[in-house]
Structures are given as structure tokens and as C-alpha cells.
């Protein structure tokens, strides 16, 4: 009888805890798609060039999302096989242009994949670009099915990016693309 009723606290104790954490993601979830409506604000306004427009961009993610300390976009540099930096928010980079295959962005430029970085020494084809970045993110830019760039995030906590930050940044990129 003891023994049954523990397993039923244990079993009950675990349910409540996946609805705490079920609860915390819905709230990450929100709190990231209610962007949304500020970024297409952001990219539409057509009376700003397009470089002000995705430093405004750059500077409203970094300063709405804790866990982006550096935002920024990388671009195909015309006709080579490098990315040139573009506009950002957050400290200056020596990193303005990176070779194809180089880092974690020249990776994203030939694999056309998201990569989500957790721990940034875990990995040993890595710039780094300051001593204080625990986790990267970066999203491929597409436009007309061609990865022309991507948007690169460091963040200062460790692990801190979700499917919810790939799906933001995903809606980001294809934003931009309609400008560019
Ligand atoms: N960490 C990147 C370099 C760019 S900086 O994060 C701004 C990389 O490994 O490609």
C-alpha cells in the first residue's frame, strides 16, 4: 500500500514537472513569436535604405531576446567563395570576412543548414570573436532557393537556442529576402 501510493506521488510529482517545463517553452514561444510583428514592421518601412533597416533589425532582436548578445548578417561576397559582414548589433568583429568552410558561418554557407552551436569549445572549426560567447547560432538566407547569406547570433549563456529560436530567425531570413 506504501509502495503504491510513492509511485503514485513519483508519478505525479514527474507529470507536474513536464507541465512546468511544457509551460516555460509555451511561455519562450510566445515571447519569440510575438516579435514577429515588429520585425515585418522593421523590414517594410521603405523609406529607410535597406542596410538602416537590418541594422534596426540587428539592434531589436539583441535587445528584445536576453540570450542574443551579438546579432548579425553575413553575405556572399559577389562572385567568392568568402561572406562579408554586414550590418550587426553588438561589439565589432575583427571576423568582416570569412572564407567558405571557415567557422561556423563558412560551414552554414555550404551546408544550407541551420547550426546550432550549445557549447562553442566544443567545436574545432570555430572563430571566435570574443572570449565572453558561449553558444552560436546560424540561419541560411535564401532567396530564389540560392544561399546568399545568414543571420549569426552569439549568445554570452550557454545553451540557450531552441527550435523556437531557429523558427524566429527562419521567419527573419525569409523577411529580408523579399527586400533584398
Ligand atoms: N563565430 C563565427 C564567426 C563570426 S562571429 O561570431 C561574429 C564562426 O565561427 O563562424
Redesign the pocket.
Known sequence: MINENLGLIVLVQTFQKRIIVLKILAKIMKRLNDLRPGITAIISAADTSIDKRLQGLCKFLRDSVPHYD?V?FYFKNGDKQELILGPYAGLP?D?TI?PFGK????QVALSNQNFVVPDVKAQDN????SIN?KA?IVVPLFQNGENIGQI?I?SNSPDPFTKEDERLLEFVNQEVAKIL
Open positions: 551579438w548579425g568583429t571576423h570569412i567557422g561556423i558561418c563558412g570555430y572563430i571566435a570573436c560567447v552560436e549569426d552569439d
